[in-house]
């Protein structure tokens, strides 16, 4: 199985901070990244696919970059909605599986 | 709009059996391949299962296989997670999901998931 690993766990950060989380494959997984956005006590939301495609509504301040192993989502100036938990999930071969998220939170 | 709603979860004694059912509407359900997920209280997300667009096809995560039966039915448009012989660590809320589009009535499932249920808790307690 791919082991997905994602850096930091925790994020401390401020509002209009630029926010970087790293997501590594254990093995390439070329371009087939997914990252997630969940807040407490609902479903996980979909935030970009394929490693650098944008959901459709997903604010322009979320990016994602990346191929073969390394892999970053990038919030380029954090809202107060955003503090939430983020998870990566890579696609490449069966199992699918994600990272083990990274939660950003008030500084 | 799309609509997934879960249902079937409850409390089990370990190596118990729970049927999980997910409720689909609002879009094409024969036309995506369709997963159930999990999240362990206070854990990240997993992975489970998916089944392919007519039911001929399954893929599993190892730590359920044998144990755990992925099913759909196109005409009621509801998807089935049957489980058995249940253990303390498939204690979690089990959602379902799918991901794709349609575009001028094709549709093409894909591998992230981009609608989600709401969850149902499964416990798996003495």
């Known amino acids: 199985d791919i082991q997905m690993t994602q850096s930091p766990s925790t994020l401390s950060a401020s509002v209009g901070d630029r926010v970087t989380i790293t997501c590594r494959a254990s093995?390439?997984?070329?371009?087939?990244l997914a990252w997630y956005q969940q807040k407490p006590g609902k479903a996980p939301k979909l935030l970009i696919y394929?490693?650098?495609t944008l959901e459709s509504g997903v604010p322009s301040r979320f990016s994602g970059s990346g191929s073969g192993i390394d892999f970053t989502l990038t919030i380029s100036s954090l809202q107060p909605d955003d503090f939430a938990t983020y998870y990566c999930?890579?696609?490449?071969?069966?199992?699918?599986?994600f990272g083990q998220g990274t939660k950003v939170e008030f500084k | 709009e799309v609509h997934l709603v879960e249902s079937g979860g409850a409390l089990v004694q370990p190596g118990g059996s729970l049927r999980l059912t997910c409720a689909a509407s609002?879009?094409?359900?024969?036309?995506?391949?369709m997963n159930w997920l999990r999240q362990a209280p206070g854990k990240g997300l997993e992975w489970v299962a998916n089944?392919?667009?007519?039911?001929?096809?399954?893929h599993y995560v190892g730590s359920v296989k044998g144990r755990f039966t992925i099913s759909r039915d196109n005409a009621r448009n509801s998807l089935f997670l049957q489980m058995n012989s249940l253990r303390a660590e498939d204690t979690a809320i089990y959602y379902c999901?799918?991901?794709?589009?349609?575009?001028?009535?094709?549709?093409?499932?894909?591998?992230?998931?981009?609608?989600w249920g709401q969850g149902t808790l499964v416990t798996v307690s003495s």
């Open positions: 999901a799918y991901g794709g589009s349609c575009v001028n009535d094709v549709c093409q499932s894909a591998a992230y998931f981009r609608h």
């Open positions: 609002g879009f094409t359900f024969s036309g995506y391949e």
């Open positions: 089944v392919s667009e007519i039911g001929t096809v399954t």
């Open positions: 093995q390439s997984i070329r371009s087939w």
């Open positions: 394929q490693t650098s």
């Open positions: 999930q890579h696609y490449n071969s069966y199992p699918w599986t």
